[in-house]
């Protein structure tokens, strides 16, 4: 249920971006997640079909891309994508270490365009 004041975020930065820029109507929304987000791409878009109704971007579809996860190693700074639902010990693929990372991507959500009329 914490897809809801999240997706009405979304709206409200999609509404005041198009208001500001004489748009008619949003026909889509990209968004950006991480793959360590928790949110779900199906409660996402039904709790914007549901905000959205009659606004500016009514039957607006979201095009939902998943950003993979990047750990940088604190031990040789080798940054790398991690499979974190394929392994269950992440391991730098430059000096094989196992411990001692910093996330750099994977957690965030963002607008990353709109297609517009």
């Known amino acids: 249920m914490h897809e809801l004041p999240i997706t009405q975020s ?18 889509s929304i990209t968004l950006r997640i991480g793959e360590l987000s928790d949110l779900e791409d199906e409660w996402i878009q039904r709790y914007f079909d549901y905000l959205s109704k009659d606004t500016i971007a009514d039957k607006a579809i ?10 940088r190693c604190n031990g040789c700074s080798h940054s790398f994508e991690a499979k974190i639902k394929e392994k269950k010990e992440i391991a730098c693929p430059e000096c094989g270490s196992t411990k001692n990372f910093t996330l750099i991507s994977g957690r965030e959500y963002y607008v990353k365009d709109m297609e517009v009329q």
């Open 10 to 27: 979304i709206l409200d930065i999609v509404v005041k971006h198009a208001v500001t820029n004489n748009v008619k109507r949003v026909l």
């Open 62 to 71: 979201l095009k939902i891309e998943r950003a993979p996860v990047i750990m």
